[in-house]
């Protein structure tokens, strides 16, 4: 399965060049640890085609903006979606790029036209049905990963699920998600590491949602919504802890040990 990237480089001049990689997604976060010179020189190579992926084919992206010393990138798959890694590949890349401003693009390819200040729905697929990941029973083989591909999802202070993240995330769904959940598996407590996750108060009609990779119209799921109140946490995670602390308590994150990891990871790649 191929897992193509965009990649854009905005010269000083604000004109920019935009390239194509078939099988350069996965890994692209640990890719980028190499720092400006050695990416501007490896994107380079690839040749500029000017093809745009859109937001369901596009499963990574990096922009460099020369000028403006930003770096934007976000990824579906990598250290930096893990919720382990997320915090320690950020700081790294940010030291790896000194003196520039390194931001995650929650909305994909689109927020990265957006930067450019083109219009983003060309990269759109606003007519596809949302996939609905399946609703994980209590003691699922996908659960005893150490990085278990999982949405965790709590409604008001006593349902806790588990959703594997295969599909969109279920705030797609807007409220008939409840419906969907109702008489679901229950976990009570999710104690292992998400990708994703969401909150929802029934009583105050109000959401909250986080995700470590990037959701399609990340920005607009308050439409989904209507009638309530829609926060995006983009990837804190913490905000639902502290929302759900008795229904969602993942494990502690060692930085020290986090950082090392993505470092050794990353050397085994060049």
């Known amino acids: 399965m191929a897992d193509r990237a965009n990649f854009v480089v905005v010269r000083e001049s604000g004109e920019y060049e935009l390239y194509l990689d078939r099988w350069g997604a996965v890994g692209l976060d640990l890719d980028l640890l190499a720092g400006p010179a050695e990416t501007l020189s490896t994107v380079r190579r690839l040749g500029a085609d000017g093809w745009w992926l859109d937001d369901v084919y596009c499963q990574g992206a990096a922009l460099i903006d020369l000028g403006r010393k930003v770096l934007l990138v976000f990824a579906w798959e990598g250290p930096s979606t893990v919720m382990r890694y997320r915090a320690a590949t950020l700081e790294l890349l940010r030291d790896a790029w000194p003196g520039w401003d390194v931001r995650w693009m929650y909305d994909g390819p689109a927020e990265l036209r957006t930067y450019l200040g083109l219009d983003p729905e060309p990269v759109r697929d606003r007519g596809r049905d949302t996939f609905r990941g399946v609703v994980l029973e209590p003691g699922h083989e996908e659960l005893l990963d150490p990085e278990p591909t999982v949405i965790v999802v ?20 807007g409220a008939a998600l409840l419906d969907r959940l109702q008489g679901g598996p229950e976990h009570g407590m999710c104690r292992v590491p998400a990708d994703a996750g969401l909150h929802i108060d ?10 470590l990779g990037a959701t399609a119209e990340a920005y607009e799921m308050a439409e989904r919504w209507p009638g309530w109140t829609v926060e995006f946490w983009q990837d804190s995670w913490q905000e639902h802890v502290r929302l759900a602390p008795d229904r969602f308590r ?14 050794a990871t990353a050397a085994r790649r060049r």
């Open 250 to 263: 993942p494990p502690p994150v060692d930085r020290g040990r986090a950082l090392a990891e993505v470092r």
């Open 202 to 211: 029934p009583a105050r009609r109000q959401v909250g949602w986080w995700v």
């Open 154 to 173: 709590t409604v008001g202070s006593e349902h806790c699920y588990v959703v594997a993240n295969v599909s969109d995330h279920p705030v797609r769904e």
